[in-house]
């Protein structure tokens, strides 16, 4: 059955429920999913995820922690157990989750605890947030292959959890590199990742917007 048909009767509440949690896009027809990583300062991951062929959105957020309705000071504190993560909204049609994980082992470090370069601290752990139990075993296997093939020398701390509740950042966090390209931060650390990234994965780039005059 179409994501776009609702069934019949007694069901048609449950359907209606699925799909909006799995996040049905009735503009496009598209049935979309969501990831939720963290790997350093989300600006960063928000910049190299926005790239790829098949994904819709991305925001920053926090997540992981116990504290509800953390904000950027208190993130940023270490008190409230959050990281600074990225949730994606793909299209499963035009990139697989395992994909998300490929890129994600190799624009980050996972074998610094609580630490991305000269980021340090709990909210810029190696996190991936699952959303099922299909996601989480497939966070396992790829961990596990990047792990068997040594593709990093040091051992891999990447933590692996279920998803509790996301919250997005404030809103000048979203989109940052985008929006600010000559802070000095940008310029010094996400602008070579970014062009790192799309060197390597040129093909699963998408075309760039054409410029109107």
Known sequence: MSPGCPPPG???SDWLS???RKGFDFMTGILLA???LGGGCF???DAIYRDLKGVRAVISG???GHVPNPGYQAVCSGRTGHAEVVRIEFDPARIAYRDLLEVFFTVHDPTTLNR???DTGTQYRS???THDASQERVAREVTASIRTARIWPDPIVTEIKPLDTFYPAEAYHQDYMARNPVQPYCVAVIA???AKFRKQFMSRLKEPTPHKP
């Open 10 to 12: 007694k069901a048609r």
């Open 18 to 20: 699925g799909i909006f």
């Open 34 to 36: 969501s990831a939720t």
């Open 43 to 45: 600006w960063c991951l």
């Open 62 to 64: 926090y997540a992981g």
């Open 116 to 118: 991305q370069g000269a």
């Open 127 to 129: 996190i991936i947030l």
């Open 192 to 194: 070579p990742k970014v």
